[in-house]
């Protein structure tokens, strides 16, 4: 019913920038909560950062003052700027939303594939 699409991952060396994107689509009614996630080789999958329907945020300290989330509600899509990367910011990253598809029935949570990033030293 709700599908995610990130775009934006790929290769970049210490030092650099690259944005994601993750777009929903399908039956959404609204959506609430939406994040980014990554899990490192061997660990586990921790929050990076994560964004309310009103525009609030929240980041792991690790990417405070370097990584910015936003959203655009019009087009059911939230981004992860990031900047000033470093190698242990390699990773997959997944996007995450709380969607309603229903006005009668309660809001769940989908993910998207997950998105390859690589930050060489």
């Known amino acids: 019913q709700v599908q995610l699409v990130e775009s934006g991952g790929g290769l970049v060396q210490a030092g650099g920038s690259l944005r994601l994107s993750c777009a929903a689509s399908g039956r959404i009614v609204s959506i609430n909560d939406m994040a980014w996630y990554r899990q490192a080789p061997g660990e586990s999958r921790e929050l990076v950062a994560g964004i309310d329907s009103g525009g609030s945020t929240n980041y792991a300290d690790s990417v405070k003052g370097r990584f910015t989330i936003s959203r655009d509600n019009a087009k059911n899509t939230v981004y992860l700027q990031m900047n000033s990367m470093k190698p242990e910011d390699t990773a997959v990253y997944s996007c995450?939303?709380?969607?309603?598809?229903?006005?009668?029935?309660?809001?769940?949570?989908?993910w998207g594939q997950g998105t390859q990033v690589t930050v060489s030293s």
């Open positions: 995450y939303a709380d969607v309603r598809v229903t006005i009668f029935r309660s809001s769940r949570g989908y």
